[in-house]
């Protein structure tokens, strides 16, 4: 019997789980030729990134050869980013002319940073979705407050160490968290010309409190945790615009901030939107019980599965699965399953996910977790965190490196090593900004030169 093509776009966690259902099974790699395509050799570990942000977490220890996993279960694999789908005649086109046919597709392409039209969040405002950017911004920090020790007036360093996050969801508040810890208790011991007042940390959430989809008592207990800390937390401050160096919000108000970070949502990529599909509001294909997408007429499309970050199915209650790296997971496994029992000749079942609560890192080895239906915060919280994204990694030398990571984070402080230099972290026009104007020669201390005319670490 010629076996059946299976193409899976995305190598994410709901594609990642697909693979590895199919390569478990002997029936199923008989029945499949599967191929799976993604535009990176690699799966990453999101949960981790703020982790990595801050050095608590090495790098690559978070992130997956795609290649060997395909290696390991007996599957194709190609980097390749699709470009197109076509529905009607069974076909990806991906970016250099390779059109490749299927009769069976999964997407699970997962998602991109959602500017939400604000003008100049995108130009201005840097994303926090890749192992790329979590490296950006700890290079970023580590730079800038080697600036600011340079600076001549507490007006330039105070500049200079004002971070922005737009967005109060759990990715902002983990960044936020993580960030004051790594320049608290790591940093501002190691400059001694800087002071605690030079550092602000401000986080802007458009709703009425931050991370939404917490029980109402966790938000309130990260609100104040944050706020001991040290980071302001603004609530119902919608951003209007965003400038360089500055943030306008809906109510008329601006606030100055030289690094910005954006993490207010996620959106599927234009590769999904594109679809001729009934989709949500963000753009989300709306797929059935058995995560088929919908055509436009409300009729499921049979050989095709939508997964993870793309893919909007209704819960029981009517309201839409939630864009979680466990209801990616949870999807995946359930293609994975439903593929494997059509190999066997199995009817498929109902797609039914429950999820089974969320855990919020708050750095300083804190936590709080719902683990199902029970609350939980503080130390404990983090050390069942740190336990669950151990045994969520993949493969067992991830597990072992990050495990020690974690010991490793919990006898010493944050590495302050900077791998990239400041051309590679700073734009043209904050190498050259002037902070202030240039003082008077007589006003220099000895020894001490401005930050807009010292010259560029080798």
Same mark, same amino acid.
């Given at each position: 019997?010629?076996?059946?093509?299976? !193409?899976?776009?995305?190598?994410?966690?709901?594609? !990642?789980?697909?693979?590895?259902?199919?390569?478990?099974?002997?029936?199923?790699?008989?029945?499949? /030729?599967? !191929?799976?395509?993604?535009?990176?050799?690699?799966?990453?570990?999101?949960?981790?990134?703020?982790?990595?942000?801050?050095?608590? $977490?090495?790098?690559?220890?978070?992130?997956?050869?795609?290649?060997?996993?395909?290696?390991?279960?007996?599957?194709?694999?190609?980097?390749?980013?699709?470009?197109?789908?076509?529905?009607?005649?069974?076909?990806?086109?991906?970016?250099?002319?390779?059109?490749?046919?299927?009769?069976? =597709?999964? %997407?699970?392409?997962?998602? %991109?940073?959602? #500017?939400?039209?604000?003008?100049?969040?995108?130009? #201005?405002?840097?994303?926090?979705?890749?192992?790329?950017?979590?490296?950006?911004?700890?290079?970023?920090?580590?730079?800038?407050?080697?600036?600011?020790?340079?600076?001549?007036?507490?007006?330039?360093?105070?500049?200079?160490?004002?971070?922005?996050?737009?967005?109060?969801?759990?990715?902002?508040?983990?960044?936020?968290?993580?960030?004051? /810890?790594?320049?608290?208790?790591?940093?501002?011991?190691?400059?001694?010309?800087?002071?605690?007042?030079?550092?602000?940390?401000? $986080?802007?959430?458009?709703?009425?409190?931050?991370?939404?989809?917490?029980?109402?008592?966790?938000?309130?207990?990260?609100?104040?945790?944050?706020? &001991?800390?040290?980071?302001?937390?603004?609530?119902?401050?919608?951003?209007? &615009?965003?400038?360089?160096?500055?943030?306008?919000?809906?109510?008329?108000?601006?606030?100055?901030?030289?690094?910005?970070?954006?993490?207010?949502?996620?959106?599927?990529?234009?590769?999904?939107?594109?679809?001729?599909?009934?989709?949500?509001? /963000?753009?989300?294909?709306?797929?059935?019980?058995?995560?088929?997408?919908?055509?436009?007429?409300?009729?499921?499309?049979? /050989? %095709?599965?939508?997964?993870?970050?793309?893919?909007?199915?209704?819960?029981?209650?009517?309201?839409?699965?939630?864009?979680?790296?466990?209801?990616?997971?949870?999807?995946?496994?359930?293609?994975?399953?439903?593929?494997?029992?059509?190999?066997?000749?199995?009817?498929?079942?109902?797609?039914?996910?429950?999820?089974?609560?969320?855990?919020?890192?708050?750095?300083?080895?804190?936590?709080?977790?719902?683990?199902?239906?029970?609350?939980?915060?503080?130390?404990?919280?983090?050390?069942?965190?740190?336990?669950?994204?151990?045994?969520?990694?993949?493969?067992?030398?991830?597990?072992?490196?990050?495990?020690?990571?974690?010991?490793?984070?919990?006898?010493?402080?944050?590495?302050?090593?900077?791998? =990239?230099?400041?051309?590679?972290? !700073?734009?043209?026009?904050?190498?050259?900004?002037?902070?202030?104007?240039?003082?008077?020669?007589?006003?220099?201390?000895?020894?001490?030169?401005?930050?807009?005319?010292?010259?560029?670490?080798?």
């Amino acid at each position: 019997m010629e076996r059946k093509r299976l !193409l899976i776009l995305g190598g994410g966690f709901a594609g !990642l789980d697909v693979a590895r259902s199919i390569g478990r099974s002997r029936e199923a790699r008989r029945y499949w /030729d599967t !191929l799976l395509i993604d535009k990176e050799n690699f799966f990453q570990f999101n949960p981790l990134l703020p982790a990595v942000a801050v050095g608590s $977490v090495e790098t690559r220890h978070i992130v997956y050869p795609l290649r060997d996993m395909a290696r390991h279960r007996q599957i194709r694999f190609i980097k390749n980013k699709a470009i197109r789908i076509d529905l009607g005649r069974r076909e990806v086109l991906l970016h250099n002319d390779l059109v490749v046919p299927y009769d069976t =597709l999964v %997407v699970a392409v997962g998602s %991109v940073t959602n #500017y939400y039209n604000v003008p100049g969040a995108k130009e #201005y405002g840097r994303p926090f979705k890749t192992v790329v950017d979590a490296m950006f911004i700890r290079a970023r920090i580590v730079e800038l407050f080697e600036m600011a020790e340079q600076a001549e007036t507490p007006e330039q360093r105070r500049t200079l160490l004002s971070f922005a996050i737009v967005g109060g969801g759990v990715t902002g508040i983990e960044v936020a968290a993580e960030l004051m /810890d790594m320049a608290r208790d790591t940093l501002l011991p190691k400059y001694p010309s800087l002071e605690r007042s030079d550092l602000t940390v401000t $986080v802007f959430e458009a709703g009425n409190r931050i991370v939404p989809s917490a029980r109402p008592e966790h938000s309130a207990y990260i609100h104040r945790f944050l706020t &001991r800390r040290g980071v302001r937390v603004l609530t119902n401050t919608p951003v209007e &615009r965003v400038e360089p160096k500055r943030i306008h919000l809906a109510d008329g108000t601006a606030h100055d901030a030289f690094t910005i970070v954006w993490t207010a949502g996620v959106k599927p990529p234009d590769l999904v939107c594109a679809l001729p599909l009934m989709q949500a509001k /963000d753009c989300r294909v709306r797929v059935n019980e058995f995560l088929h997408p919908l055509d436009l007429q409300g009729q499921p499309i049979g /050989d %095709v599965f939508v997964a993870g970050d793309s893919a909007a199915s209704r819960t029981p209650d009517g309201t839409d699965q939630p864009a979680l790296a466990q209801t990616a997971m949870g999807m995946g496994h359930y293609i994975g399953s439903t593929l494997v029992g059509m190999a066997k000749g199995e009817r498929p079942r109902a797609f039914q996910y429950k999820a089974s609560g969320y855990i919020i890192s708050l750095g300083k080895h804190s936590s709080v977790l719902e683990l199902f239906g029970i609350p939980l915060s503080g130390k404990l919280a983090w050390l069942l965190w740190a336990g669950a994204y151990l045994v969520k990694m993949v493969g067992f030398r991830k597990q072992l490196e990050v495990g020690i990571d974690h010991l490793t984070h919990l006898i010493f402080e944050h590495d302050s090593s900077q791998i =990239l230099n400041r051309r590679q972290i !700073l734009s043209d026009e904050e190498l050259n900004l002037s902070l202030g104007g240039e003082p008077p020669a007589t006003a220099r201390k000895p020894g001490r030169s401005p930050v807009t005319t010292s010259r560029e670490r080798t």
